[in-house]
């Protein structure tokens, strides 16, 4: 029984193909085929508008083929090379303005006074706080004046701890030498001495470049990369120094 039901079936779909191909020869279709050919051709020729600014009939699916990806255009070298010179020239430009402000060394205050006087109309200043009296304090004198130089987008300043009575007291404080990060006049942070020498004493080569990184992460520097590569090569440099040395002495 299920094989006869299943030719059956197969009978019946035989009998509706060639009754479907009949009417298409007939024409009994003609009206929907013609209303599919003419709904096709509206669609390919819709009005499309060019990259001249013109408009023509054409297909959208491939009216835009011929036309080049603007956004994929070619940089111009010279293009690029113009943008390289004005970023060179802005920058000559502030730092031209820097060193009429004093910026590129470190500069020593004689009181409070000047103190206030020199920091206040600068965007980004630091003042070293320190006693004079210290192995830790000299060397940060050194290193700040080293940066200085590298660094004009600040003012580097240093102020003997017994001409900063006022500053003394309205800040708490823990050791000298300390560093005031200011922006304006006001101070925006505090570095003591547990933050300077974290990473290394005062007298390691490394010392250098792990302040200028402290300074570059309180924002009072740009880049300190630079820097960093130049203890870098002064570690390896007292390293090469301490081995020859070495050497001399065994030789004797």
Known sequence: MPRERELEGSARDVDAVEDLADKFRSGEFAGAIAAAQSANEATQNQLCLQADGGVKRADPLSAFA??????????????????????????????????KQGHGSLRELADEREFVA????????????????????????????KIATRHLEAQFCWL????????????????????????????????PPAQLFRYSS???????GHLA??????????????????????ESSDREDSRRRFRIERAR
């Open 66 to 99: 011929a036309i080049p990806n603007v956004s994929k255009a070619e940089e111009d070298p010279d293009d690029e090379l113009r943008k390289i010179r004005e970023a060179r020239r802005s920058q000559m430009q502030s730092e031209a303005a820097w060193k």
């Open 118 to 145: 020199t920091i206040a109309p600068h965007e980004r200043a630091l003042v070293l706080l320190d006693d004079g009296q210290s192995d830790a304090g000299q060397e940060c004198r050194k290193v700040l004046g």
């Open 160 to 191: 003997h701890a017994e001409r900063a009575i006022f500053l003394v007291h309205m800040v708490q404080l823990e050791g000298l030498p300390a560093i005031f990060v200011l922006s304006h006049g006001e101070v925006t942070r505090h570095l």
């Open 202 to 208: 005062a007298s390691s080569p490394l010392f250098a």
């Open 213 to 234: 990184r402290l300074l570059q992460a309180t924002g009072v520097i740009f880049d300190a990369e630079k820097d960093c590569e130049d203890a870098s090569e002064d």
